[in-house]
């Protein structure tokens, strides 16, 4: 199976807080197919998301699929408190660059047509 | 209901945030039933509840809320306020009735007003923990009774209750303290009989004006009409346009679970929420419940201050300086904070390297030419944290490091003066639900005539 970065099948990837003790990185498809397929996989598990991070597993809080949206949303623990002394963003909104370079599953080509 | 459709205009994100007169002028053509605008966030982070003072400037919040006072008088529709001044504190309350007042005064209007304050007293967070009424959330840290002391000041997001008391007494113009966002947006229409989950997700969304159109923008208005079984969503330029999937993703936007929102008294269910286009500006929402929970839990905001701060920004473009960068940082901070006790705090962002993540920087050997840095002195009051930074900024300027052959200066200053006093130093250390036998208990409504 062809790997390619998770960036060539999102049309958003992003972070933010939620609540000042928690950060939460949303992913959005721009064909549901890719969508379905990561999310049949279980594809962002929390082992995945925290090697991406190089964070331990309980860090990862949650990872949840929104299907009207192709959407998935994955929550991590703060390092720190938003605007405790030490943290370097506030808004939390610079923390999503790991999964630009997260390398997923390509879609199978059935019959040298790729299925998307 | 009297009506089929209830209209809201927002006319952006933030109060303060700015919109264009155009698309102002346009929502009220469309002849509204309510202007309403949230203030507030904790998104910039302590400083603004624990100082008392807006993260919105003086001018801009003035000339929002003179465009917004005015369309809604001579309209006849009542105008609210969510979380005004932006932290919702009775000083950034006041700091907003002070600023319509002066409009008011400038402009000849009269209306009467409703202010609702959101204080908390420490007293009742007291008699509440004791009785086992304070909970964590979202995994935030357990609570300390020790906190509420240390606390500078907390406050609570009121729910529907206040304001639809309010409402009941005819004001034109509410200005709520701390609130939880969609309330000023959805308040009005529950009181006419509309379904709570279709006017609070409307107000959810309406909250963030038209961030949730696509391009987004926080500073443009857009218009909601809730009905019986659904709401619309319109932009109000044509620049942008609601689709499916822009409102779709809006529901998962600075939230920990899309299909759950909660809030005071309830949370709003999304699990047979449809999201349709209507044509290619508006988009529909159906399906969203209001599920009532109890005991009714309040979140309580609360800051403790932590001290004062100092910072400097200079750059460094030498290579062999950048090469022994962290051995060198090292040795200044611990120079610095040798013989002084630990309420004095030096730290260094890098920018260029792990300035941005810290540790959770994956990259964490890339080569870097320059880097940025930002030196923070902390310390338990001003002229302590400036000391300390001056002597952080001029021991680094000048000091030896191994290998060195740029002898007269290691840091580009960005300015002079090199270093900038921040002020005071504030950490969240409420962010907590709290029973609550009575919605209304905390959040007193004050009537004013303004004339």
């Known amino acids: 199976m062809r790997l390619i970065p998770l960036s060539e099948l999102a049309s958003v990837i992003r972070s933010k807080n939620a609540g000042p003790h928690v950060l939460t990185l949303d992913v959005l498809f721009s064909r549901q197919p890719d969508y379905l397929r990561l999310k049949q996989m279980r594809f962002f598990s929390p082992d995945r998301v925290a090697a991406a991070y190089g964070i331990s ?25 938003s605007g405790d002394v030490g943290d370097s963003d506030v808004y939390g909104a610079q923390q999503h660059a790991p999964l630009f370079t997260l390398m997923v599953p390509e879609a199978q080509a059935i019959n040298g047509i790729r299925i998307r | 209901m009297g009506i089929d459709a209830f209209r809201v205009l927002s006319p952006t994100a ?21 202007i309403a605008v949230d203030a507030g966030s904790t998104d910039p982070g302590p400083y603004y509840l624990g100082s008392g003072k807006s993260f919105t400037s003086r001018p801009a919040v003035k000339r929002d809320l003179r465009i917004m006072l005015k369309g809604a008088l001579n309209a006849g529709i009542p105008l609210i306020i969510g979380s005004a001044g932006g932290a919702g504190a009775k000083v950034h309350v006041d700091w907003t009735t002070e600023i319509i007042r002066e409009i008011a005064a400038e402009n000849s209007l009269r209306f009467s007003m409703a202010v609702i304050y959101a204080d908390i007293p420490k007293s009742s967070i007291l008699k509440a923990a004791f009785e086992g009424g304070i909970h964590s959330l979202d995994s935030g840290p357990e609570f300390r009774i020790n906190s509420i002391d240390e606390a500078v000041r907390v406050v609570a997001q009121m729910g529907l209750e206040p304001v639809l008391k309010a409402l009941k007494s005819g004001f034109q113009v509410i200005v709520c303290g701390r609130c939880y966002d969609p309330v000023p947006f959805a308040a009005p229409a529950i009181q006419k009989g509309y379904d709570p989950g279709l006017a609070l997700h409307m107000g959810k969304i309406l909250e963030c004006a038209a961030i949730a159109a696509t391009p987004g923008s926080g500073r443009d208005c857009v218009m909601g009409t809730l009905r019986a079984e659904s709401f619309e969503l319109e932009p109000l330029s044509d620049a942008r346009r609601f689709t499916r999937m822009s409102t779709a993703a809006h529901s998962l936007y600075e939230k920990s679970d899309p299909w759950m929102l909660p809030g005071p008294g309830g949370f709003l269910d999304l699990s047979n929420t449809v999201f349709e286009e209507i044509d290619d500006r508006r988009a529909r929402v159906s399906g969203t419940r209001f599920v009532e929970t109890r005991p009714y839990t309040l979140k309580l905001e609360g800051v403790r201050r932590v001290g004062f701060r100092s910072i400097s920004i200079a750059g460094i473009r030498d290579p062999i300086l950048i090469s022994r960068i962290d051995a060198t940082l090292d040795s200044v901070r611990q120079e610095a904070v040798a013989g002084r006790d630990e309420r004095f ?3 260094f962002h890098l920018y260029g390297r792990n300035g941005v993540m810290g540790p959770w920087e994956p990259e964490r050997e890339s080569p870097c030419h320059e880097l940025g840095v930002v030196i923070e002195a902390v310390g338990p009051d ?5 000391w300390l930074c001056a002597e952080v900024r001029s021991t680094l300027l000048h000091c030896g490091y191994s290998g060195r052959k740029s002898t007269a200066g290691n840091l580009a200053l960005l300015y002079s003066p090199s270093d900038i006093a921040c002020g005071e130093v504030f950490s969240f250390n409420i962010y907590h639900l709290m029973n609550v036998e009575d919605p209304l208990a905390f959040f007193p409504i004050h009537a004013q005539e303004v004339s």
């Open chain 2, 345 to 347: 705090q030096v730290l």
């Open chain 2, 14 to 34: 933030i109060l303060g945030y700015g919109f264009p007169e155009s698309s102002f002028a346009r929502g009220m053509g469309k002849k509204p039933d309510l």
């Open chain 2, 382 to 386: 001003q002229q302590g944290a400036d």
């Open chain 1, 57 to 81: 597993t309980d860090q990862v809080l949650k990872v949840v699929y929104f299907d009207p949206a192709w959407a998935v949303k994955i929550n991590l623990m703060r390092p720190l408190t």
